[in-house]
């Protein structure tokens, strides 16, 4: 998976607690995305980040906060947690790269189970 | 919203060439067109992608019709393996948001 890992891999939660997963690469890209999945929507961008401390929203951003202090590490917390938010969550990262441009590279999932 | 439209679904017999369509008709000039595509509950993987030229690499070939409104994704010869659900998006080609529709799931039939 190109040097990504995502932590951790499966997690079950009450709602209204805090979730923090994170996402850790070793290649080095400058971009770095935050997609969820659920049945019938497909991927759904919730955040991403273009740089150390450069972030924007996706599309879903609601309820969802990201931080990047270091270029391998993007982070993902859900403040209070929601059943809402179950879901199969998927870091990408992305750079350029010669021959197949900006490439984006997904991690392997976290699965997230909100009771 | 996703800016490429996609049938929900598509059959292909094992060892046909697989051809996925996608609509883009608001693509702008600098837009370029990529595909993925996400087998059971892996990651999407990255495909190919191209700008107006025909492209082919080791996996598949894309077809971009010359006004750039449409474009067709061609597995020469599908196997079993390529059952998956295939994302077209279209995106300048510097990083910025990415949104992926809905996708086209393929079947590949023995």
């Known amino acids: 998976d190109a040097g990504i890992t995502q932590s951790p891999r499966h997690k079950v939660t009450e709602t209204g607690t805090p979730v923090t997963l994170r996402c850790h690469q070793t290649?080095?890209?400058?971009?770095m995305y935050w997609y969820r999945q659920d049945p019938g929507h497909g991927l759904r961008l919730i955040h991403y980040?273009?740089?150390?401390?450069?972030?924007d929203k996706g599309e879903v951003s609601d309820g969802y906060s990201v931080s990047r202090s270091k270029t391998e590490d993007f982070l993902l917390t859900l403040e209070s947690a929601t059943s809402s938010q179950t879901s199969v969550y998927f870091c990408?990262?992305?750079?350029?790269?010669?021959?197949?441009?900006?490439?984006?590279?997904f991690g392997p999932g976290t699965r997230l189970t909100v009771t | 919203d996703a800016k490429t439209t996609q049938p929900p679904s598509m059959d292909c017999a094992e060892g046909r060439a697989a051809n996925l369509p996608c609509n883009h008709s608001?693509?702008?000039?600098?837009?370029?067109v990529y595909w993925y595509r996400q087998i059971h509950s892996q990651g999407p993987q990255y495909i190919i992608h191209?700008?107006?030229n025909n492209e082919t690499n080791e996996m598949a070939s894309l077809i971009i019709t010359e006004d750039r409104k449409s474009s067709t994704l061609i597995l020469p010869h599908a196997t079993l393996r390529d059952t998956a659900v295939y994302y077209c998006?279209?995106?300048?080609?510097?990083?910025?948001?990415?949104?992926f529709g809905k996708g086209t799931r393929l079947h590949i039939l023995p």
């Open positions: 990408a990262i992305s750079d350029w790269t010669s021959g197949t441009g900006y490439e984006q590279y």
């Open positions: 290649e080095n890209h400058r971009y």
């Open positions: 980040s273009y740089g150390v401390k450069d972030t």
């Open positions: 608001t693509i702008s000039g600098n837009e370029y």
């Open positions: 191209g700008l107006k």
């Open positions: 998006i279209v995106r300048v080609n510097r990083d910025d948001k990415i949104i």
